[in-house]
């Protein structure tokens, strides 16, 4: 019998990559096919390809990068995958702050851009943690990376919940409502894996060390 454990985290990561594939379909039909890429070359058709193509790297190699049972049979692949993770995060980033600064929208250049800051800082100590064989600080540098890759799903997640199920309708100000929701799309995510990954931890390990003295 699968152990329980086991089976939701099945469930959690085949979601997560299903709601991936919709929301890059969706994406990419939104902004190659129906609003457009600008008039010109540098505004902004060259920004928005090589953010596309740069960004969809970590988006589609993060499940194989935390599949234990791959990495562990595929090690050699799982270093290559790792090396296009971070340079897709890395050229991703640096796009994704010249689209934010760039952006019609006035509440979303803030959140944006703390956004593909802290994507590059977490993707960069994730590369100079492994560099120094430090593995468990790599692992959770790699986790919080990938939270925020997933923002791209649940920013769209969101916006589909305020635009179809008025979500948030409480706050009348449409442009208060979208900047609200781009704060939420990474805050609220990096906060539970925070929680999660270190928080909790860190309060068991004291209550350890007091009852053990
Ligand atoms: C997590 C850091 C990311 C940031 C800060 C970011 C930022 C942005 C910004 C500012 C835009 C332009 C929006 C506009 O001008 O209308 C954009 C568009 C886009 N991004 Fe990202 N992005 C990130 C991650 C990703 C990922 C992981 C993907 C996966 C492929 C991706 C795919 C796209 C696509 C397809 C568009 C065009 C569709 C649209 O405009 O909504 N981005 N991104």
Known sequence: MIKLNTFIWKIFWILLIVLSAYYLYSAINYRFFNEGLGPTFWNKQFWFVSHLI???LPLILGPFQFWVWFRNRYIKLHRLLGKLYIMGCLLGG???IYLGITQPYDGSI???LLLATLWLFMTSAAWLTVKQKNILAHRLFMIR???LTLAFVFLRILSDLVY???FLAFIDNQDVRDATYEWMSWVIPILVVELYIS???SIKKNKRKITSS
Do not use: F
Request: aromatic share 12%; glycine share 0%.
């Open 145 to 147: 990376s990938y939270t």
């Open 94 to 96: 640096l796009t994704a």
């Open 54 to 56: 740069t960004a969809v």
């Open 199 to 201: 928080w909790i931890p």
């Open 110 to 112: 803030i959140p944006t």
């Open 164 to 166: 179809e199920h008025n």
